[in-house]
């Protein structure tokens, strides 16, 4: 491509449509059901608008946080998320690339690349979870995450294995064996550059989750580990404070809709939590996290660093996410669009133009510091919040 750069993460996202087969593309789109929440998630930031101020602005404008203790270098965190075979560096080009801007990187334990990896190429690395496996095999994988060198845990508990969408859902195999390679041969055949990519590499995606691999044993095939988390029943509040109290340090549960679960979040001790329905890939019909983020800043904010994620998808989404009280937003699809549009430097892409936006964002509404944003900031449809819970 004569300029891989790009201006916008849509533009990002028409090319890796262009790029990637159709199955992957499929899986990254995600979603569930009917689509609901996943298209509320961005259309909720839509109707959200600015308050801009046109003289007396600041010349200069402070992106800087911290969250769970980490200095952030702007209020954008990569959100883990468990795909494959998008690139062939992977969670690595996202790590590095965080890495160069200065911010934090969770990665999935359904990832492609290893914890210890990705800590080496990142020191500000977020280990994700799930409630996955009986508690040895779960303190197994939080001591070789501490061993890695991860500066603190996520605990995912938004999932209930839901598994329909109405747009039919990807086909992805178990292992890319002979018969696979046969019957995704026209989708990929019809991506070159895509399998270039791989093809330079030597190895085609393994589609293993090397962080669910037992010590010293073998990864797991993807499906493996989906359906050992799928044999393990759901987690008790206790369970979860039981996980909390084996990690000596920055401890994030994301997922979090309501409000009294927002509380005993609090209460077992974590040190973040963020408002999320998991990109619309779960319950669906859940509402989108900036309009449930208020009342849960309301009642928690003081006490745990709450973050939220869900449709971020410009600089001016995370000044209206921090304007109504995140300290930060996760990022989830956006960085995986610039990772298939150019690898790192595609994902390097993504967070200049955040940053960029939120910059501009931030002039326009005369603030010299992202801690200065207010719900004065921005204007919202009425009824546009939702307390859920108490
Ligand atoms: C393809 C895909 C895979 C995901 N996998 C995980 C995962 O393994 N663990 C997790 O905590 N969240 C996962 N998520 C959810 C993201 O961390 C995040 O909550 C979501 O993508 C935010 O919405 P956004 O994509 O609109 O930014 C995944 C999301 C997508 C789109």
Do not use: C
């Not at 086909?171 to 550059?193: H, M, Q």
């Not at 340090?249 to 609090?266: H, I, L, N």
Request: a positive charge; charged letters at 20%.
């Amino acid at each position: 491509m004569a300029n891989a750069w790009f201006e916008t993460v849509a533009i990002a996202q028409a090319r890796a449509k262009k790029r990637l087969p159709k199955s992957v593309y499929g899986a990254l789109i995600a979603g569930s059901e009917k689509g609901l929440s996943m298209r509320s998630n961005t259309e909720s930031f839509d109707v959200l608008e600015f308050a801009p101020h046109v003289a007396g602005l600041s010349p200069s404008r402070d992106l800087a946080t911290s969250v769970m203790g980490l200095d952030l270098a702007m209020p954008v965190i990569i959100s883990p998320t468990g795909v494959q075979a998008v690139h062939p560096d992977g969670e690595l080009a996202i790590a590095r690339a965080a890495t160069n801007r200065g911010i934090a990187m969770g990665l999935s334990s359904f990832a492609s690349k290893s914890v210890e990896v990705i800590a080496a190429a990142n020191d500000k690395t977020l280990f994700q979870m799930y409630w996955s496996g009986d508690r040895d095999t779960q303190l197994q994988r939080l001591e070789r995450a501490k061993n890695a060198g991860a500066k603190g845990i996520i605990l995912t508990l938004d999932w209930s294995f839901s598994n329909g969408r109405d747009w039919g859902s990807p086909w992805i195999p178990e292992k890319i064996n002979l018969k696979a390679a046969f019957k995704l041969a026209p989708e990929v055949l019809a991506r070159p550059r895509w399998l270039w990519s791989f093809a330079r590499t030597g190895r085609l995606p393994d589609l293993t989750a090397p962080n669910m691999a037992p010590p010293g044993g073998k990864a797991p095939t993807f499906f493996g580990a989906y359906y050992e988390w799928m044999q393990t029943p759901p987690p008790s509040w206790e369970d979860v404070a039981w996980l909390r109290s084996q990690w000596n340090g920055p401890f994030m549960v994301k997922g979090v809709s309501r409000v009294d679960d927002a509380k005993r979040v609090v209460d077992l001790g974590a040190t973040a939590l963020s408002v999320s329905n998991h990109g619309g890939n779960n319950l669906d019909g859940t509402p989108a996290p900036i309009r449930a983020l208020p009342a849960i800043v309301d009642a928690v904010g003081d006490k745990i660093d709450v973050v939220m994620d869900g449709g971020v998808r410009r600089g001016s989404d995370v000044v209206k996410a921090l304007a109504v009280g995140a300290k930060a937003v996760m990022i989830g699809r956006a960085y995986l669009w610039g990772l298939a549009a150019n690898g790192q430097a595609g994902v390097e892409n993504v967070l200049d133009v955040i940053r960029g936006g939120m910059d501009s964002t931030l002039l326009a509404l005369g603030k010299s510091s992202v801690r200065d944003l207010s719900r004065s900031d921005v204007v919202a449809p009425p009824d546009f919040y939702r307390k859920l819970g108490a």
